[in-house]
């Protein structure tokens, strides 16, 4: 029997059937602690791809860490061909203040591949493409919406690659958006290298959200299956239809005021249909949010103070098919509402999202 390769990242190897937690170090807090990015290498004995999943890029994001951890916990990795790398928390800086961001102000989703000498983002980016996606075949960074923003579970790739495309749709995801790359992403910087790339988008900055987890996890498992580094299933998954999106995109407010919202993530709604109602704080008149186009729910903002042009409702746009479409957000809200592990439909359309 073939054995799997040595991995050696900081400067430690991980032989095959080895686990070890490393922790790469990063620039210290103003306060002398130190701080390291943590990975989770789980060397399996038998070759395979090396499969890297990354959360808290944006350090307020914090439902892929509870993804990977449940993920690291499985009994099944017991079974595991090649290399799992999971990094629960990349912008370490910015969980430990609960932001989105370095404390230098910067995206850290927008500043790879970045520099040994560069910003603190910077530095972190570097660090993570230099000593950890240099050894992977294959990436899926974990996102939820930002701050007082919900997202219905939702993958986000470039479709036009066939080997991507197919590992979408086996990830099982209620929503595929076709995403462009951007620039500086962690995303762009995978596909520069040729690594295959998922991005899971589901729930809210700060906010851990079961549904989204419970799906998350699930659909990490099903990437594994699909490349053989877990056995597959004894009973094999149904065939899942697939409905294709025209486009999607973002309702914006028509003007400020206090928004109560009259739909929920994953609803259907019609042209016309009204998402909303803004008022003026001391009411003296409320104007309707309409639904532009037959649409599907799959982001909305959770605060009801809002200003002109604020996003407010992002709409996944079908010109067929749109109770087909509804059915299948129906059911995987069925599946993901409870501990159920069938496995279930999801439909695909394009990015014009605020997020990534």
């Not at 996890?217 to 697939?242: C, D, F, H, Q, Y």
Request: with cysteine; glycine share 8%; hydrophobic share 40%.
């Amino acid at each position: 029997m073939a054995l799997n390769h040595t991995v050696t990242i900081g400067g430690e190897q991980v032989l095959p059937g080895q686990t070890k937690s490393i922790d790469i170090p990063l620039a210290a807090m103003y306060t002398h602690t130190d701080v390291g990015l943590t990975v989770h290498v789980i060397n399996g004995k038998r070759p395979g791809p090396c499969l890297l999943l990354t959360a808290a890029v944006h350090g307020d994001e914090i439902n892929g860490v509870e993804i990977i951890r449940q993920v690291i916990g499985s009994k099944q990795l017991s079974k595991l061909r090649g290399t799992l790398l999971a990094i629960p928390v990349v912008n370490v800086h910015g969980f430990l203040n609960q932001s989105r961001y370095l404390p230098d102000g910067r995206d850290l989703n927008r500043c790879f591949p970045g520099s040994l000498k560069g910003s603190l983002a910077g530095r972190v980016a570097y660090t993570l493409i230099d000593e950890i996606l240099c050894h992977a075949s294959h990436c899926i960074d974990l996102h939820t919406g930002a701050r007082h923003r919900s997202n219905l579970p939702q993958i986000r790739t470039d479709l036009s690659q066939a080997d991507t495309q197919a590992l979408a749709l086996a990830f099982g995801s209620p929503v595929i958006l076709d995403a462009q790359l951007r620039e500086g992403s962690l995303r762009q910087a995978a596909a520069e290298r040729d690594i295959p790339f998922l991005l899971y988008e589901a729930g809210e900055a700060l906010r851990f959200d079961e549904f989204s987890i419970r799906a998350g996890t699930r659909g990490v498992i099903n990437i594994m299956r699909e490349l053989n580094m877990l056995p597959r299933k004894s009973r094999p998954a149904k065939p899942a239809a697939v409905t294709i999106a025209d486009d999607s995109r973002w309702v914006r407010a028509p003007h400020s005021g206090v928004m109560r919202s009259m739909v929920r993530l994953g609803a259907r709604v019609t042209k016309g249909t009204v998402l909303a109602y803004i008022a003026d704080p001391v009411g003296l008149g409320q104007k309707a949010v309409l639904a532009p186009a037959d649409s599907i729910v799959i982001g909305l903002t959770n605060l009801p103070l809002v200003h002109e042009g604020e996003a407010l409702f992002h709409l996944a746009n079908y010109s067929k098919k749109i109770h087909q479409v509804a059915d299948q957000v129906a059911s995987f809200h069925d599946t993901f509402g409870t501990a159920g592990d069938d496995d279930e439909p999801f439909f695909i359309g394009q990015d014009d999202s605020l997020e990534d």
